[in-house]
């Protein structure tokens, strides 16, 4: 893995599920570039704010989908390209599929408008795998506990099947470069399972990444 172009791993799925968790913890392990989406770079800190501050202006579901479109494109000038270019492994939490799952399946956004307005902001850059921690909405509220839920968090529940359905059917027709791990088993379970996807599908099974 010394040399060439560097892997894009992004991990997708709904609020609470746990995927941030495993992202970290993936990106530690292979000695990847860990970051996020939005808020990646200074520029998607400030479009985080528009975007999830829970009593924060109103975002109509368009103007949503290119904030979060601008975001990625940053994200990926800025970060992701350079980091792939270098040779090193990237690890994002949230990638192109959340645009799909959430403005798309949840808002009803036209899917084949956000992916060419998705393909213009990564310049037709792809994640090399997408791992979808799945988890039913019911047990993702549960464990977001206590937590002061986001704007995308407080709406309603419906919203949020969509998303998770959408994100199974982003799955089931993405072929090798989406996985789906069972987000329901302790971290440590969820995370051995990653692991096995990360080395079945990238033969990233033993030593780090660049």
Excluded: N
Excluded at 28 to 44: K, L, Q
Excluded at 78 to 102: C, H, I, K, M, N
Excluded at 138 to 143: I, P
Aim: glycine share 14%.
């Amino acid at each position: 893995m010394v040399g060439g172009r560097g892997r894009l791993i992004a991990f997708e799925g709904i609020d609470g599920c746990g995927k941030s968790t495993q992202a970290a913890s993936l990106a530690r392990e292979i000695g990847a570039v860990s970051t996020r989406e939005p808020g990646g770079t200074a520029v998607g800190r400030r479009l985080r704010e528009i975007l999830l501050t829970a009593d924060g202006m109103p975002v109509s579901g368009r103007a949503e989908a290119l904030l979060m479109i601008a975001d990625r494109a940053q994200h990926v000038e800025e970060v992701v390209g350079p980091a792939l270019d270098r040779g090193r492994w990237v690890v994002s939490d949230r990638f192109t599929g959340s645009t799909l799952a959430y403005q798309g399946y949840g808002r009803g956004l036209d899917l084949g408008d956000l992916e060419q307005l998705a393909a213009f902001a990564t310049g037709g850059l792809v994640p090399d795998l997408t791992i979808l921690i799945d988890l039913p909405p019911e047990e993702a509220r549960l464990r977001s506990g206590a937590r002061e839920p986001d704007r995308l968090e407080r709406l309603e529940e419906g919203f949020h099947h969509r998303v998770r359905e959408g994100y199974l059917a982003l799955a089931a027709s993405g072929g090798d470069r989406w996985a789906v791990v069972d987000g329901r088993g302790t971290v440590e379970e969820v995370a051995t399972a990653v692991r096995a996807v990360v080395g079945e599908r990238l033969e990233a099974g033993t030593g780090t990444a660049p």
